[in-house]
């Protein structure tokens, strides 16, 4: 049974921004047999669980830490009314950020609750950047990439199983959101919608290639990351190309604020 669970956290698990390239070519099916109050309701018991945990997920308090929850909020609303994000208005878009210096990383769960790690953010050089993974987590929840792939499984049984708030389940879901090898179509496609988003704002509408740019450079990534996280030339590449086909002018946000920001966090 624990096994199933397994299979079906890593199967939910939305987020986690560069992946383990085992799939084909092929987009990522369509087909979805969830409705959309299931994505909702399965972000909501995702978010309960890890609200729940604060030794693996010590929430940033936001009272204490306004200035830079309104800057990644300001990110993500401008993403959000690019006008491209069909969910805007019915997901929950709730964004946490996680302080923990030492994960490079940002997931979402299905029905649109974002958290970005304290590592990240200092890892990052420009507003552009992490515009560019924020996209990108966007496009996981907004595509439903993670219901798709439970469709396409045939693990229907088993979604439902947490969405009706078994806890061993959700807990399941929850583990998998971290160190999760996510299938090469849907990462495509998210790296593909994040162009899409920020070439209707004021970022350079490639900002997600720099993050990967950056990790590549990175030489003493932990194993652990390196094994989830492979950087591929090719995703470099096709961001840009994306960027490029699409006509995208952003000048880009600079260096400035987003120094300003990180320098709050210390
Ligand atoms: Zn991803």
Request: proline share 2%; glycine share 12%.
């Given at each position: 049974m624990r096994g199933k669970y397994?299979?079906?956290?890593?199967?939910?698990?939305?987020?986690?921004?560069?992946?383990?390239?085992?799939?084909?070519?092929?987009?990522?099916?369509?087909?979805?047999?969830?409705?959309?109050?299931?994505?909702?309701?399965?972000?909501k018991q995702v978010s309960d669980q890890i609200a729940a945990d604060p030794k693996q997920f010590p929430i940033l308090?936001?009272?204490?830490?306004?200035?830079?929850y309104s800057y990644v909020k300001g990110i993500r609303d401008k993403?959000?009314?690019?006008?491209?994000?069909?969910?805007?208005?019915?997901?929950?878009?709730e964004l946490k950020i996680i302080d923990d210096d030492k994960t490079l990383n940002a997931f979402v769960t299905p029905g649109g609750y974002i958290y970005i790690y304290t590592g990240l953010i200092k890892f990052l050089d420009t507003e552009d950047q992490l515009a560019g993974v924020m996209?990108?987590?966007?496009?996981?929840?907004?595509?439903?990439?993670?219901?798709?792939?439970?469709?396409?499984?045939?693990?229907l049984g088993m979604l439902s199983k947490a969405v009706l708030g078994d806890q061993n389940a959700v807990g399941q879901v929850v583990n998998g959101l971290i160190g999760l090898k996510f299938s090469r179509s849907s990462e495509e496609e998210?790296?593909?919608?994040s162009v899409s988003y920020l070439c209707s704002t004021?970022?350079?509408?490639?900002?997600?290639a720099g993050f990967f740019v950056k990790m590549k450079g990175k030489g003493g990534a932990p194993p652990k990351f390196l094994s989830t996280h492979p950087v591929s030339t090719d995703r470099i590449k096709d961001i840009k190309l994306e960027s490029r086909r699409l006509g995208c002018k952003?000048?880009?946000?600079?260096?400035?604020?987003?120094?300003?920001?990180k320098n709050l966090l210390k």
């Open positions: 397994l299979i079906l956290g890593i199967i939910l698990a939305v987020g986690v921004i560069i992946i383990g390239c085992e799939a084909t070519k092929k987009a990522v099916s369509e087909v979805n047999a969830f409705p959309i109050a299931d994505d909702i309701k399965l972000g308090p936001e009272a204490s830490n306004q200035q830079v993403i959000l009314n690019t006008g491209k994000v069909k969910y805007k208005n019915t997901f929950k878009w996209g990108h987590e966007i496009a996981h929840a907004d595509r439903r990439h993670s219901t798709r792939q439970m469709t396409k499984s045939g693990a998210a790296d593909k919608y004021n970022y350079k509408a490639d900002g997600a952003g000048a880009g946000a600079g260096f400035g604020t987003y120094d300003r920001i």
